[in-house]
């Protein structure tokens, strides 16, 4: 991965991160409450790409694998430099995989969050409801 690729991976992984963190404090301050019907069409497509992701990282398992180059410090040290590619190190292709996920799991969280509190207060008010009725 070149630098500059690797740079705005990194950057677009920590604007999620942020962007996650942010949704988590709407929705422990009640500031956004979700509709349970327009949240699940948002938490199966979260869920969606977590399967997808679960998928990545299985069929990623083999890319940390040294890759038969030969039997001579060329071909060996390829082989090292793209199973670290892969699995090894915190930019690798497994690592910012699991971050991403991490990401996902947390915006799947605070979106469950968000239907259940909406769904708190529509039970208080309608309690609030058949109590003045």
């Known amino acids: 991965m070149s630098e500059d690729v ?3 991976a990194k950057l677009a992984l920590a604007r999620s991160v942020a962007s ?4 988590r404090r709407a929705v422990k301050s009640q500031g956004l409450r979700l509709d349970p019907v327009a949240g699940a069409e948002i938490r199966a ?3 969606d790409q977590l399967s997808a992701v679960d998928d990545w990282l299985a069929r990623s398992a083999s890319l940390n694998q040294h890759a038969p ?3 001579n410090p060329v071909g060996e040290a390829m082989a090292a430099k793209f199973a670290t ?3 090894g190190h ?6 910012v995989l699991k971050r991403y996920r991490q990401v996902l799991e947390g915006a799947l969280d605070a979106i469950v969050s968000a239907i259940r ?3 708190e207060i529509e039970e208080r008010v309608s309690d609030s409801f058949r109590k003045l009725v």
Not at 20 to 23: A, E, G, Q, T
Not at 90 to 95: C, D, I, L, P, Q
Request: aromatic share 8%; charged share 40%; glycine share 4%.
């Open 6 to 8: 690797e740079e705005s």
């Open 45 to 47: 497509a979260l869920e």
């Open 90 to 95: 915190e930019n690798s292709f497994n690592a």
């Open 20 to 23: 996650v963190r942010h949704l």
């Open 117 to 119: 509190e909406y769904r």
């Open 85 to 87: 590619r892969a699995d």
């Open 69 to 71: 180059l030969g039997k």
